[in-house]
């Protein structure tokens, strides 16, 4: 099975960017459909963005469109996240999934592995 570790979380000021880093251990990350999801206090862990194995396909929660890019480096084994444009309510826990299901998923149900998640903070 594969371990997922995330970084590059932090605070940061309301328009301002952060790159979320997801490391892959144990198995190739080119075996897994990766997606990244968010909890923020109180509320349900919902899909940010996904990408396919190859990351030929990606899809993108409203609420961020046009504002992130996931992508993957399968011979580094890792996932990325860039967030631009941050508003407040892009503050939660940012956690990386891993499916061995084929396609773009946007369900939690859907990813076996998960990631202890990293804190983001965005300030105005």
């Known amino acids: 099975q594969v371990q997922l570790v995330e970084s590059g979380g932090g605070l940061v000021q309301v328009g301002g960017s952060l790159r979320l880093s997801c490391a892959a251990s144990?198995?190739?990350?080119?075996?897994?459909?990766m997606g990244w999801f968010r909890q923020a206090p109180g509320k349900e862990r919902d899909c940010v963005a996904t990408?396919?194995?190859?990351?030929?396909?990606?899809y993108y929660a409203d609420s961020v469109k046009d504002r992130f890019t996931i992508s993957r480096d399968n011979a580094q084994n890792t996932v990325y996240l860039e967030m631009n444009s941050l508003k407040p309510e892009d503050t939660a826990v940012y956690y990386c999934?891993?499916?061995?299901?084929?396609?773009?998923?946007?369900?939690?149900?859907?990813?076996?592995?998960w990631g202890q998640g990293t804190q983001v903070t965005v300030s105005s």
């Open positions: 990408i396919t194995r190859s990351g030929a396909s990606t």
């Open positions: 999934a891993a499916t061995q299901r084929p396609g773009l998923l946007a369900n939690r149900a859907s990813y076996n592995y």
């Open positions: 144990g198995r190739t990350l080119s075996s897994y459909g």
